[in-house]
């Protein structure tokens, strides 16, 4: 069984926000809710918009709906919501 998004939706899975900078340190305080995540599945209205699977993109905060599928957090969005598709 898989998770297919229908409309304009895209369905992502959150990439962890990192906890260290580049050079080692440990950044404290509260980890901010990741804007980073990866595409799992679209629809053909996304593929023609350059949102392909396996795509990373940065998404606007508090968008989009979390489901849990088979034991994995998801984030259905509108494509829309999308920011930026990762290089």
Do not use: C, H, W
Not at 2 to 11: D, F, M, Q, T
Not at 22 to 42: H, M, N, W
Not at 43 to 54: A, D, P, R, S, V
Not at 57 to 63: I, S
């Amino acid at each position: 069984m898989s998770i297919k998004p229908i409309g304009e939706r895209v369905v992502l899975k959150e990439i962890e926000a990192e906890e260290t900078t580049r050079s080692g340190l440990i950044l404290a305080g509260e980890k901010e809710e990741p804007q980073k995540a990866e595409i799992v599945a679209t629809t053909e209205k996304g593929e023609e918009l350059g949102l392909n699977l396996g795509a990373q993109v940065y998404y606007k905060r508090y968008a989009g709906t979390k489901v849990k599928f088979e034991n994995q957090e998801y984030i259905i969005i509108d494509n829309d919501d999308i920011l930026a598709v990762i290089i």
